[in-house]
């Protein structure tokens, strides 16, 4: 249903552009998860917003997005405009955002919220509306829905907010809904719960979901497939399973030594050394040779492709059957 061909994501900066995604290539099937995964700066955050066209007029977005739409028809999305635009957000591709708090209106019932986006997104009249709001409400499991969708955001607690906002991302029953670090503003315990509603609701919507962290150990039960980003550019691609278990990139592989393991003689998390290049001025070569200990001359000689490594698997790292 989305094909991601060759999308770059650029911002002006001073005299000249800074590019935040660079030829992020990927396709996602129907009731699929695709995470994108990196550390803050890696362009994980600007592809998802690019699939939703939510970059303001000052950003440069180029590439192909084939979208195809409920009747089979393909669209390429980052050439929408207008009309066509409009009627896509929120019915076919809704966001849920990082921070539930901003995505609320603080001076307006929960409720209220909700039912207006029905009526925008479905044409349901005042008292249908409202009751399809508290009818969402219970759906992200909210406990009674009815006095809940008369209070105010910060009457909420942070999780109960996030559910607010999968709630209002629901309305206009979307086909792809973009989860943008959905988890960062809770605790441990919340987190568990959204990932679990998310994981429920995808299964009985049968919506696709792109899935937007830095945590690895959080989308291993979550995602179907796994692309890795670092600097812009995806260094590794697959089915999540296999990435999780094997991976074939010192990134990649780097990001699950600083997931902390539970059980018997773990050893403990290990942070990244290094900072990632400046976008403003990224190298011609490999883009994680600082920070890598396989790097080699070869690695900082040309610009490192990202090639077929299993069916399925990609990875750009000249050394990538060392990896462990």
């Known amino acids: 249903m989305l094909r991601a061909d060759r999308l770059s994501v ?10 935040a995604a660079e030829e992020v290539s990927f396709t996602l099937a129907p009731g699929e998860t695709l995470a994108l995964v990196g550390e803050s700066g890696s362009g994980k955050s600007a592809t998802a917003m690019a699939v939703a066209r939510l970059h303001g007029p000052e950003a440069r977005v180029t590439g192909h997005l084939g979208w195809t739409t ?3 028809a393909t669209l390429d999305l980052a ?28 001076v307006f019932q929960v409720g209220d919220q909700i039912a207006e986006t029905l009526r925008h997104l479905r044409g349901a009249g005042r008292r249908e509306a409202a009751e399809g709001a508290v009818a969402l409400l219970e759906r992200v499991g909210i406990p009674d829905p ?28 979307p086909r792809l809904l973009v989860a943008d670090e959905p ?10 719960q959204i990932v679990e509603l998310l994981q429920d609701l995808q299964a009985r919507e049968g919506m696709a979901m792109i899935f937007v962290s830095h945590d690895l150990g959080l989308v291993a039960g979550l995602a179907h497939r796994i692309c890795v980003l ?40 290990r942070g990244i050394p290094g900072r990632m290049p400046s976008p403003l001025d990224p190298p011609a070569h490999c883009r994680f040779a600082d920070r890598c200990a396989l790097a080699e001359a070869a690695c900082r000689a040309q610009p490192v492709p990202l090639v077929a490594v299993a069916p399925g698997r990609s990875s750009r790292c000249l050394r990538w059957p060392e990896v462990a």
């Open 10 to 19: 650029e911002f002006p900066a001073g005299k000249g552009w800074l590019r």
């Open 70 to 72: 409920r009747e089979g």
């Open 79 to 106: 050439t929408l405009r207008g009309e066509a635009l409009r009627r896509l957000r929120g019915r076919d591709i809704a966001v849920v955002f990082q921070d539930p708090g901003s995505a609320l209106d603080p």
């Open 146 to 173: 009815r006095r809940r969708a008369e209070e105010y955001p910060h009457q909420l607690s942070g999780g109960m907010r996030q559910r607010a906002v999968i709630a209002l991302a629901l309305a206009g029953q």
């Open 183 to 192: 988890t960062t503003a809770l605790d441990v315990t919340i987190q568990a």
């Open 230 to 269: 670092y600097a812009g550019q995806v260094v590794e691609e697959g089915p999540a399973a296999e990435v999780l278990a094997a991976p074939r990139h010192p990134y990649t592989r780097a990001l699950l030594d600083c997931v902390p393991e539970m059980e018997g003689d773990a050893a403990p998390p």
